[in-house]
């Protein structure tokens, strides 16, 4: 493609549905847009829209350009936070991307970075979804695996060791007794993934030691499974930081080498030397010295 700039022009009429509105969000005259939507289509062989009194809309070969031109535009837009990121002063925006589960260790801290850069404002993604850090999508990745992250381009650091204790609610323990892991925790309900075969290693303790028909509430999101223990469906796996933070929480058995999980932080190549993340690196390592995570 020799234009970049006709291809984000017929981008713009896709999306707005007329020239006019192209024309505004560009800062081009109208006549510029037509001459660039004409220019495409003669290099292409095919017509991108259908031409209406009320706007254009896309053709077949139009939708296909559109879901281009949006990936690109999307990734240049992630480019050029990646370059914003790279600045030397410790300012501008800071994206961390965790685990759910890692949500009530790693905020305290956000917090307290945020307080000795006031000028930084943070972002904070949290989820399953595996956030790509080549495209800019976020600054510094907290992931856990037993094995560390092998993306290529990024930097990985061994942060911590992310213990999880089965617990249950003070009210289940009355209803039901206290569990006893020596009898295999007896008839005892738990809450776990829909998906066996998670990859946590707790959960792989779970889908190889207890029957599945006593995995009897099953959730894929990891707060919705909390919530579930908080409210007494069963047994279930938490942090100690996750469980201080809802209360009323019992421990039924803690943490064993096969229910502990390394934890990574994760970098790419591109920002792990510029000065906010080396800053954000260093605070971490730094407040977590003498804490388990």
């Known amino acids: 493609m020799e234009s970049w700039d006709e291809v984000r022009t017929a981008y713009q009429v896709a999306r707005r549905g007329t020239v006019s509105g192209a024309a505004e969000a560009l800062g081009v005259h109208h006549a510029t847009v037509i001459r660039h939507i004409d220019a495409l289509e003669a290099r292409l062989g095919v017509k991108l829209f259908q031409r209406h009194a009320r706007g254009y809309t896309p053709t077949e070969a139009g939708e296909d350009l559109l879901r281009v031109a949006q990936a690109t535009d999307d990734q240049l837009n992630q480019l050029a936070s990646r370059m914003k990121g790279s600045g030397k002063g410790v300012a501008g925006d800071l994206v961390v991307t965790s685990l759910v589960a890692l949500a009530p260790r790693i905020t305290p801290l956000l917090v307290a970075f945020q307080q000795k850069h006031p000028d930084v404002v943070v972002r904070y993604l949290t989820g399953d979804r595996l956030f790509r850090l080549e495209y800019g999508e976020a ?85 919705a499974r909390s919530l579930a223990v908080l409210h007494g469906a069963g047994l279930g796996f938490l942090s100690p930081q996750e469980a201080a933070e809802f209360g009323d929480l019992v421990v039924v058995s803690k943490a064993g080498q096969s229910w502990s999980a390394p934890v990574w932080l994760v970098t790419h190549m591109d920002l792990h030397r510029s000065s906010k993340v080396q800053a954000f690196l260093a605070f971490l390592k730094d407040a977590m010295k003498d804490h388990a995570l």
């Not at 990745?141 to 560390?148: D, K, N």
């Not at 911590?160 to 089965?166: A, F, N, R, S």
């Not at 007896?186 to 599945?212: M, T, Y």
């Open 139 to 223: 600054h510094v990745a907290i992931r856990g695996g037993a094995a560390p992250p092998d993306q290529p381009d990024n930097v990985v650091q061994r942060f911590g060791t992310e213990p999880v204790h089965l617990y249950a609610t003070k009210g289940y323990i009355e209803r039901h007794g206290m569990p006893d892991a020596d009898d295999g925790f007896g008839s005892h309900c738990f809450v776990g993934p829909e998906d066996p075969k998670n990859r946590a290693p707790w959960f792989q303790w779970l889908d190889e030691q207890i029957p599945r028909e006593r995995v009897t509430f099953r959730s894929d999101d990891s707060h």
